[in-house]
């Protein structure tokens, strides 16, 4: 490796988790953290309603003696099997707010924070504080790691359990020499294969990762530690998941910055993979075209912002699978008339419009693309039946931090995720108006009380 294996990385972010403090967070960090939180709790309210949290909750959800609500059973747990149903649920959807550069931090750290602040009374601000640093915490591994190879790694798989630790410890209150501990013991538990993006497995990364932070966090408040140098030591994290062009300096060089406020995070339109959203952006840009006709369509050409094989799914085999198919999202972004959950079910995905499109949508590779989130785009090319060719090049989804949504439809995607789930829409306002403020509650129970009702419905 090219660094220095004596950089104090682990105990310097031990050190910075400990020493948190939510005076000293400026109101920018604050605002966009419950934006992210309450774009988590919708992704929650309505994936905890998909097939694979279900099978979750029915294996693992038996422990009814736990203090801990569970969204979609009235069945509650412990914290840990908690934060690992939850987090299986708010990453159902691929729908939760993504990281610059890609990480799924909602999913992997929200779940924990919620586990244990039910579980010891927590103050929504301390919840508020701990999501901040652990999204810090992880953003800052994943952006040293951004040119870096994952070697097949998922990267909530990665870094998630390094924020949901970070979190966690915030939420206990552990010291550094704790923490230092615990960021040991959560780097044991760090994996999660990119190969099952599209199967029921993917959303148990995230959810891995909110259970491991919860254990993690727990045994070091009683005694238990890891390698207090896991990150940066020859055989440890660094070394294991990344390869040369890892920036290990880079971790501690940019915690004086909030990586939630700057670079900040996109928040999603559409219910699928990162990337999908420029093409599916691009395809809905297209239909407003006048010349554009569905039935006309000969060839459909992507140029997607990231060229994968594995992005690459001419015949996926459900909509789940199409959630990571570029030929899927042109094709339900050209043929349907909005984007949404049920998009990516059976139905649609086996439908007459979708399954004639498939065959006819190929993929370029165009090199000239940026590879940052920040600055990639796509462009998608219709030829009609005439001859006639259509372009749309879409630069920023509405979601970008540079396209920013704005309040109502923020509001209105989390509303349609709560209803989703299966609340009332007074009920879903409610529930909004509530995670606005949510920093001056004395209690998570108003919250709380409202998504437990989706598991009495």
């Given at each position: 490796m090219p660094y220095d294996h004596d950089l104090p990385v682990t105990r310097g972010l031990a050190a910075y988790i400990a020493e948190a403090d939510f005076k000293t967070l400026p109101p920018e960090a604050v605002e966009a953290a419950k934006v992210a939180i309450l774009d988590g709790l919708g992704c929650l309210a309505a994936g905890s309603r998909e097939p694979a949290p279900g099978i979750a909750r029915a294996a693992l959800g038996d422990d009814p003696s736990g203090p801990c609500t569970v969204i979609g059973t009235a069945v509650p747990a412990s914290p840990a099997t908690a934060a690992l149903l939850n987090g299986i649920s708010l990453h159902a959807l691929d729908f939760e707010v993504q990281g610059m550069p890609p990480a799924h931090g909602t999913s992997s750290i929200l779940p924990g924070v919620l586990a244990l602040s039910e579980r010891y009374a927590v103050a929504p601000e301390r919840a508020v504080l701990a999501f901040v640093v652990g999204w810090q915490i992880q953003q800052r591994v994943r952006t040293a790691a951004r040119d870096s190879s994952f070697r097949g790694f998922h990267p909530p798989g990665v870094v998630g359990p390094l924020g949901a630790v970070a979190a966690c410890s915030v939420i206990l209150g552990l010291s550094a020499d704790q923490v230092a501990g615990a960021i040991g013991l959560a780097a044991s538990r760090t994996g999660g294969l990119f190969a099952?993006?599209?199967?029921?497995?993917?959303?148990?990364?995230?959810?891995?990762?909110?259970?491991?932070?919860?254990?993690?966090?727990?045994?070091?408040?009683?005694?238990?530690?890891?390698?207090?140098?896991?990150?940066?030591?020859?055989?440890?994290?660094?070394?294991?998941?990344?390869?040369?062009?890892?920036?290990?300096?880079?971790?501690?060089?940019?915690?004086?910055?909030?990586?939630?406020?700057?670079?900040?995070?996109?928040?999603?339109?559409?219910?699928?993979?990162?990337?999908?959203?420029?093409?599916?952006?691009?395809?809905?840009?297209?239909?407003?075209?006048?010349?554009?006709?569905?039935?006309?369509?000969?060839?459909?050409?992507?140029?997607?912002?990231?060229?994968?094989?594995?992005?690459s799914r001419p015949k996926p085999v459900s909509g789940l699978d199409g959630k990571f198919s570029y030929e899927y999202a042109a094709a339900v972004g050209l043929s349907q008339e909005e984007v949404v959950i049920a998009t990516f079910d059976g139905d649609t995905a086996f439908s007459e419009p979708v399954q004639r499109l498939l065959p006819r949508v190929r993929l370029v590779h165009n090199r000239e693309i940026p590879q940052t989130l920040d600055a990639m785009w796509t462009r998608v090319t219709v030829k009609l039946a005439d001859g006639t060719e259509l372009i749309e090049r879409c630069d920023r989804f509405p979601g970008c931090p540079e396209r920013p949504m704005s309040r109502a439809q923020r509001h209105d995607k989390v509303r349609d995720c709560l209803v989703t789930g299966g609340l009332a829409a007074e009920e879903a306002a409610s529930l909004i108006e509530q995670v606005e403020r949510l920093e001056t509650l004395p209690s998570w129970t108003p919250v709380l009380d409202l998504l437990a009702r989706i598991g009495r419905q």
């Open positions: 099952n993006n599209g199967s029921m497995a993917k959303p148990t990364h995230p959810g891995n990762a909110a259970r491991s932070g919860v254990e993690s966090a727990l045994l070091a408040a009683r005694g238990m530690s890891g390698n207090p140098r896991i990150l940066e030591m020859p055989g440890g994290h660094f070394e294991t998941f990344f390869d040369e062009r890892f920036r290990p300096t880079e971790v501690l060089d940019g915690l004086e910055d909030y990586a939630i406020v700057r670079p900040g995070f996109t928040i999603k339109r559409y219910p699928a993979e990162i990337y999908m959203q420029w093409v599916i952006e691009a395809c809905r840009q297209m239909r407003d075209n006048p010349k554009f006709s569905l039935d006309a369509v000969a060839e459909v050409i992507v140029e997607p912002p990231v060229y994968r094989t594995t992005l």
